[in-house]
């Protein structure tokens, strides 16, 4: 399951520093705008440690990890939704992605430009937002001539799309993003938002405040404005000081990094933190399978059922779906194998309509 997050931000905020600590990856980080001209994607893993667990008590081959794509996409300025800068692009690349990852910037530098001369965290939200919301009022007013002309011939499915696509128009031309009418929606109009239209400023976002080392733990000034200003959107602000996550990604051994990180008084790297939130922004979770070949994470998104989960891993485990062997993370770490927990009598066997949790150990059993 190859799903995306797309890194957006004003140029010079720190989106292509963090990328390269996330995947170790080689964009240019300069310092000047459009450093990033193609976008760049990253493969990373999602830090687990109940995956490292598993692997202590079952000791397999091999251990797999589940993972993220991430995409760096150059900044985006003033007019982008007119074409400004490399807009037309930059607001391509955003459609295609799930989710997208905001990043602001939150410190102050004079040896690092900003492109709009200070630094202003609600502004630069609102620079984007206001290209974004553009771009979709463009779609939406395309979309309502279409659907206006065939609500008049009185079909009932197009006159509930009109319906649907007036209140977006209205809510865009007040400058506010999407995201926030959605839950306001049933599942139908919520198709026609963020799939059919695929509207950008409905998809789900995480802000990351690129912050410096002092305001890593404790925020700032900048930070503070910014929570305010994004409080009813209900979306999740995480902090992140990009040099030093940069720093540790430049470090070769562990315990290198162990030293680092103790030294700065962080518990783990800023960029785990980022991967766990986006995972969970995507609405995904975790199931696990475990055996003496390998103990491996596996992703399907929330609600799933069993016959999906075990389509993850082969279409045929799905075709040919009969039964699941469902163990709980915690009965499998409290009685410390598979034997042990069946003894217990703590496996469930599993239907069709199962719904997966986080964190479940999975066996399938099909036939093709």
Request: hydrophobic fraction near 40%.
């Amino acid at each position: 399951m190859a799903l995306q997050c797309g890194i957006v931000g004003l140029p010079n905020v720190g989106k292509s520093t963090l990328f390269n600590a996330l995947t170790s990856g080689k964009a240019l980080a300069a310092n000047y705008p459009f450093a990033t001209k193609d976008p760049n994607l990253g493969v990373i893993t999602v830090p687990d440690p109940r995956l490292d667990k598993l692997a202590e008590l079952v000791n397999p081959q091999r251990v797999l990890p589940t993972t993220v794509e991430i995409l760096d996409i150059a900044g985006l300025i003033k007019g982008a939704s007119k074409g400004e800068g490399l807009g037309n692009q930059f607001l391509a690349n955003i459609r295609e992605v799930d989710a997208i990852v905001h990043v602001v910037r939150c410190f102050d530098d004079d040896n690092v430009v900003h492109v709009d001369g200070s630094v202003n965290p609600v502004r630069d939200k609102e620079i984007i937002d206001l290209e974004l919301g553009l771009k979709d009022l463009e779609t939406v007013e395309k979309r309502l001539d279409k659907v206006s002309r065939a609500a008049r011939m009185g079909s009932k499915e197009d006159q509930k799309d009109l319906d649907v696509l007036t209140k977006v128009k209205a809510h865009l031309e007040t400058g506010r993003v999407v995201r926030e009418l959605l839950a306001g929606f049933d599942d139908d109009a919520r198709t026609l938002i963020t799939r059919d239209l695929a509207l950008l400023t409905a998809k789900p976002t995480l802000y990351v405040c690129n912050v410096d080392e002092a305001a890593v733990e404790t925020g700032n000034a900048h930070t503070e404005a910014f929570k305010k200003s994004v409080a009813a959107e209900n979306a999740e602000v995480i902090m992140i000081c990009a040099g030093i996550e940069a720093q540790i990604a430049d470090m070769d051994s562990p315990e290198e990094r162990r030293e680092f990180l103790e030294m700065m008084g962080l518990h783990e790297p800023g960029v785990n933190k980022l991967i766990r939130s986006a995972y969970k922004l995507l609405n995904l979770i975790t199931y696990f399978t475990a055996g003496e070949k390998e103990v491996r994470a596996w992703t399907v998104r929330r609600g799933a059922k069993a016959p999906e989960a075990a389509g993850v891993i082969h279409s045929d485990f799905e075709k040919g779906f009969i039964r699941a062997e469902v163990i709980k993370y915690d009965d499998f770490i409290k009685y410390s194998s598979e034997a042990k927990v069946k003894e217990a009598g703590k496996m469930a066997v599993e239907g069709k309509e199962y719904v997966v949790q986080d964190g479940d150990i999975m066996h399938f059993r099909f036939n093709v």
